[in-house]
């Protein structure tokens, strides 16, 4: 007898099993919350060189600036440099004011601004931009901000991977929320750059326990034919969670009590997790028999399955856990010792990295679209719920390889024909980007339903953290590249778009798992694959 069978007898989809989604929501609506933070929290608004008093007989404003401010190729003042001494303008006397005509007929030359800026207040009464002057010659830190938390998740993710396989998922997932909510207090606390880089840092390795252990905490409790629907269901959530960070991001406009709202919800999500159970598939790999005959009997009475006195007895668990059992601690190296196991490793890295680098790469950046930020965060929020019915339709149809070949390679177009429209052709642009959102978000969806299914139950949580770890590094180089638009302006869509299209093709050499048992044994990954190479080779004999 295996799990499988023993999920059968209690219930493989029931009140059960939907409690436990529930309550795991809360992870998920956080998550987007603080990975999507930065279009808030960083924002850079209108901005300008901090220059003296405008005389009191002074009426025209815009000639004013003028006066102090060079203007740009484009024809728009300089946000960043101002003259060095005011210049002479026709019709305008400035002579009198503390300048002397030597002063006014100086050189054109400019300087950056030695008393700081003046910054347009209207749509953001405060972001670490504003708060430290991270503009400019300072831009740079600012999209480090990001970068710099990505590093931590995926610090967090391999940690937390190995961790839970070693210790149980419920225990860690305890110490996510609680690390969490302790770093995100400390980071609104922050009273320079250098301080709240090192606690937003610590968060993102905190909140990579929600994305390493959520997942699978809640398909190892369901059966093969409720898994699509159970994740494409739960991962709706995070849809939510991004719609939720628009209406936050509107309603509070100070970046501190911006980040405490997000990170606050973590005082229930730590209340919550007296109802959530442990894995039983991992408590028997564990040998823990009776804590998982302790949480069975649970899934049976909730699901009002009766369940007899030799299906759940001690002796029976036992056997089961005895062929399950794990001889030695998982470690990331036990995902290179076979065949199997490396390609299945290999490939999952190459296409997490593409998924997170292009999803991340497309949602940090919400300018030039012809909304507001705010309006266009919801937009990106709204085409996620059409793709994830376009997830769950075609991952039960078209299987889980090519749904996820298929909305990278959806991505990689749009971001192709963006380089083909003009910057005059607002609308059009705004268009593929929202579909580029949708196919990404359907890419993401899929990359966690699939990747779950390809591990087996004693390597789940450390395949997850390592392909979490590669995924994250291509969230943290997103936002920097970015920064490539300095060395010719389409290069960043090219480079986001070609990361793309190579995951799409990777993905297509990844094994099929549409209504396959989740493995439990390494030995079960490589029998799989054994009886796949035979299969072929028997049709040519018959």
């Not at 250098?194 to 190892?220: D, K, N, Q, S, Y």
């Not at 199997?340 to 998924?355: A, E, K, P, Q, Y």
């Not at 192709?416 to 993401?444: D, H, N, P």
Request: proline share 5%; with cysteine; aromatic share 10%.
């Amino acid at each position: 007898m295996g799990f499988e069978e023993l999920l059968h007898q209690v219930g493989g989809f029931g009140p059960f099993q939907i409690r436990n989604v529930a309550l795991l929501a809360l992870p998920r609506m956080i998550l987007p919350m603080n990975f999507l933070l930065p279009i808030f929290l960083a924002a850079v608004p209108a901005h300008r060189c901090a220059l003296p008093g405008t005389p009191a007989n002074f009426s025209h404003q815009d000639t004013w600036l003028e006066a102090y401010l060079p203007r740009e190729p484009d024809g728009t003042l300089s946000s960043c440099r101002r003259f060095t001494y005011p210049q002479a303008l026709p019709n305008t006397t400035l002579v009198g004011e503390g300048h002397s005509p030597g002063e006014l007929q100086g050189e054109q030359s400019t300087e950056p601004c030695p008393q700081g800026w003046e910054y347009d207040h209207s749509e953001f009464s405060s972001t670490i931009a504003t708060e430290w002057d991270l503009v400019c010659e300072q831009k740079g830190l600012n999209k480090a901000i990001s970068t710099f938390f990505f590093v931590g998740v995926l610090v967090g993710a391999v940690a937390f991977g190995y961790l839970s396989d070693r210790f149980g998922r419920r225990r860690l997932l305890l110490v996510a929320y609680v690390s969490a909510l302790v770093m995100g207090l400390a980071s609104a606390a922050s009273v320079n750059y250098i301080m709240f880089v090192i606690t937003r840092t610590l968060t993102g390795t905190a909140l990579a326990g929600f994305t390493i252990i959520v997942m699978p905490l809640e398909l190892e409790w369901l059966d093969v034919g409720h898994r699509t629907v159970a994740g494409v269901l739960s991962s709706t959530f995070w849809t939510g969670g991004v719609m939720l960070l628009a209406l936050v991001g509107y309603l509070i406009r100070d970046w501190r009590w911006l980040l405490l709202a997000v990170i606050l919800p973590c005082v229930p999500g730590i209340l919550s997790l007296w109802w959530v159970p442990e894995s039983a598939r991992w408590l028997l790999t564990q040998g823990r028999v009776e804590e998982a005959h302790r949480y069975l009997l649970c899934c049976a009475r909730l699901n009002g399955r009766p369940v007899g006195a030799d299906g759940l007895s001690l002796e029976a668990l036992s056997k089961v856990a005895a062929a399950e059992r794990v001889v030695r601690r998982p470690s990331y190296l036990d995902l290179f010792r076979t065949p199997r196991l490396r390609h299945i490793s290999l490939c999952c890295m190459v296409m997490w990295f593409g998924v997170n680098f292009s999803y991340y790469g497309l949602s940090l950046d919400v300018s030039g679209l012809g909304l507001n930020v705010y309006q266009t965060q919801l937009l990106f929020g709204a085409v996620e719920m059409p793709s994830k019915l376009l997830v769950y339709l075609s991952v039960r149809h078209a299987g889980r390889r090519l749904t996820q070949a298929g909305t990278l390679l959806g991505s990689a177009l749009c971001f192709g024909l963006r380089l083909l429209v003009s910057t005059e052709m607002v609308s059009w642009s705004t268009a593929l980007a929202v579909m580029g959102k949708g196919f990404s978000e359907a890419a993401f969806t899929t990359a966690y339903l699939f990747t779950s299914e390809l591990y087996p139950t004693v390597l789940r949580q450390t395949g997850m953290g390592l392909t979490a770890l590669v995924g994250r590094l291509g969230g943290s180089l997103a936002p920097l590249a970015a920064l490539l638009d300095g060395v010719w302006l389409s290069l960043p869509k090219l480079t986001y778009g070609g990361i793309a299209l190579l995951a799409a093709c990777t993905a297509l050499l990844l094994p099929e798992t549409r209504q396959a048992q989740l493995p439990e044994t390494i030995e079960d990954v490589e029998r799989k694959s054994l009886q796949e190479e035979q299969m072929p080779m028997k049709q040519v004999h018959d």
